[in-house]
């Protein structure tokens, strides 16, 4: 069965930090990645997704993540965080034969000034 | 163009009472979903209905029902409302229900059950 396990349920940082929000999975097939954020009070929305091709993956709002299928790993990363990034991120993996998500636990990401 | 709506916002019920949760979509989906988030558990799938006229269990469907009244609606009903079903709840759509999809998520509606 699919699973995500998202390493960190909080990551304090200083804004204008770098970021790297970690996210594992496990599959034994063809693997679609996702991250999507929740801004307080508001529903999910996409940040990015992997589907094919290249392993670096780049989203809105200067995110990106890297997917690592040797390490079963598709990361989050930003160079540099905002206040306005203060949220919660889902990693999440679509099902194979379903199509169906498989959410992670959420980080939240708390960016103070 | 609205996206996902969903009505109430915030409910408060007392053990035992029932309602229904409104979902509507805009976007000509086929594919339609219930979640709850509950801290430190993410969200978890509810119910789906893959097109208009179908709908199947998810990962937490007891205590639930759901009727899909046609494409752009999708309601879920909580028959007797029980504590354990004090959560966040979000409908989502998608385009096809393809493994590549982006699910569109409305702004959930906030269950409290006393």
């Known amino acids: 069965a699919q699973s995500v396990t998202q390493l960190d349920s909080q990551v304090p940082v200083f804004e204008e930090a770098p970021v790297e929000l970690r996210c594992n999975y496990s599959?034994?097939?063809?693997?679609?990645l996702f991250w999507y954020v929740q801004y307080p009070n508001q529903g999910l929305q996409l940040l990015l997704k992997?589907?094919?091709?290249?392993?670096l993956v780049k989203g809105i709002n200067g995110f990106e993540a890297e997917f690592n299928k040797s390490q079963t790993s598709f990361h989050l990363r930003k160079p540099s965080v905002h206040i306005s990034d203060t949220a919660e991120y889902f990693c999440?993996?679509?099902?194979?034969?379903?199509?169906?998500?498989?959410f992670g636990q959420g980080t939240t990401l708390q960016v103070k000034p | 163009n609205a996206g996902v709506t969903q009505t109430p916002k915030f409910q408060v019920l007392k053990t035992g009472q029932s309602m229904t949760l409104q979902c509507a979509q805009d976007?000509?989906?086929?594919?339609m979903y219930w979640y709850r988030q509950d801290p430190g558990m993410g969200l978890r799938l509810i119910y789906y209905?893959?097109?208009?006229?179908?709908?199947d269990k998810g990962e937490v469907p007891n205590g639930y029902n759901v009727s899909r009244l046609n494409k752009r609606e999708f309601s879920l009903r909580l028959e007797s409302a029980a504590p354990s079903q004090t959560s966040v709840y979000f409908c989502?759509?998608?385009?096809?229900?393809?493994?590549?999809?982006?699910?569109?998520f409305g702004p959930g509606t906030r269950l409290t059950v006393l």
């Open positions: 599959s034994s097939v063809s693997v679609y």
């Open positions: 999440a993996v679509s099902q194979s034969n379903t199509g169906k998500l498989i």
């Open positions: 209905s893959a097109s208009e006229g179908t709908t």
């Open positions: 989502a759509s998608s385009p096809t229900g393809g493994i590549t999809d982006t699910q569109y």
């Open positions: 992997y589907l094919s091709g290249s392993t």
């Open positions: 976007m000509n989906h086929n594919s």
